[in-house]
């Protein structure tokens, strides 16, 4: 007859060996187990078994493992053996704030190397200088007109104007009260300064919005079509025009021939001077008196220019011609063409900015000379910043010259 579990339960003395079956010796080890001599099973300090209390007691490490504390390794504390390290679980540290960690590094530690993060490339090119830290005007945007939201486009032709009199109104004190001065005086130069001002809050559409209606009221050839307000054209239409009276010159013609008509004395401004291709040939024909032809009795006769009654105005530009199509010999313009130091009939001015035109892409650009640095503002990556003029302007040409007086 086979034994059965029960048999083997009181049986306890039938060796493990011939006659039992791979069942059998499992039960048998089972039953082995549950002695209460057993080293293995948990005990509680007054040696009775059953459930395991709260206090037990701490299995004997092996033979081979080494102890960093002389007392029972606790809560929170490292155990070596061998080349494994054992600690306890991680919320437990994180609940005990004030557990310390064994301070020796592991070999993988060591060859760790933690340092700042790297900048990204294109903030290198950055210039850490006080215009970088004004708003850039973006090209291109939406506005409100007549109730209607559109977008406007090719914005180039006013935008570049407008970041150089922003610059000027952020960091020059006496040009922004110059500026404030024209402001009150006409209603193009308060639309200016409300501009500046829409400018510093960074609100780009209203700035654009209130020369756009300038700009209507003036009646310059724009129109909405489609939803899109185009500006596309010269930025002498688009903006010069309208300011120029804040730069007056006293122009005066003396003929040979008496009471000649064209014998006379005018006021002029900055776009009324004769043609002129470069900043020499400007600075040439404003501060000499030359020899011409009179228009009506083909006399000789002289033409000179002067300040008007007011004297040297704090704030200074003049604009140099266009070439015409096909006609670029003499229009030639390195960037070193332009004198950082001008006289201009008696009054010397330091170049504040330029603004260059590139026939390839139709588009107008600013350079701001500052610090002996020439930092390029476009509006098609006004995102970038102000950066390090390279060879952005080959081939372009040299528009609109803005002057500061000493």
Known sequence: MPKTTAGLANDKKIPLGKGLTKMERFFRELVDLSQPNDPRTPTTESGTTGKKSKKTTQPEPDAGSTRKNAKTPGKGVKVNSGNNTFREPKTYRKAHPGMQESTEDS?????????????????????????????????????????????????????????????????????????????????????????????????????????????????????????????????????????????????????????????????????????????????????????????????????????????????FCYVNYSPSPGNTSRYSHPRNAVPKTQNIMGAMYDVFAVVYFSPVRKHYMAVFYHDDLELLYDGMYSRRGLTRVKNELDGCYMLSIWLVLQ
């Open 107 to 315: 070999p993988e530690k060591k060859d760790e190397k933690w340092g700042a993060k790297k900048d990204r490339q294109y903030a290198r090119t950055r210039n850490e200088t006080v215009l970088s830290t004004m708003h850039l005007i973006p090209w291109s945007g939406y506005v409100n007109i007549h109730m209607q939201r559109v977008r406007i486009t090719n914005t180039c032709t006013i935008d570049n104007h407008m970041q150089i009199l922003f610059a000027l109104y952020l960091f020059k004190p006496r040009i922004k009260q110059f500026l404030i001065e024209r402001g009150q005086n006409s209603e193009v130069g308060g639309a200016v300064v409300e501009v500046l001002q829409d400018l510093t809050r960074e609100d780009v559409s209203s700035a654009r919005e209130k020369w756009v209606n300038i700009l209507f009221a003036e009646r310059v050839n724009i129109s909405v079509k489609r939803n899109v307000l185009d500006l596309y054209g010269s930025d002498q239409d688009m903006f010069l025009d309208h300011i120029a009276s804040w730069f007056p010159i006293v122009q005066t013609d003396n003929c040979v021939i008496q009471n000649c008509p064209f014998s006379a004395t005018i006021l002029t401004t900055m776009l009324g001077i004769d043609p002129h291709y470069t900043c020499q040939e400007f600075l040439n024909i404003i501060n000499t008196e030359r020899q011409r032809k009179c228009r009506r009795c083909k006399g000789n006769s002289t033409r000179s220019y002067a300040w008007g009654d007011d004297g040297p105005p704090r704030l």
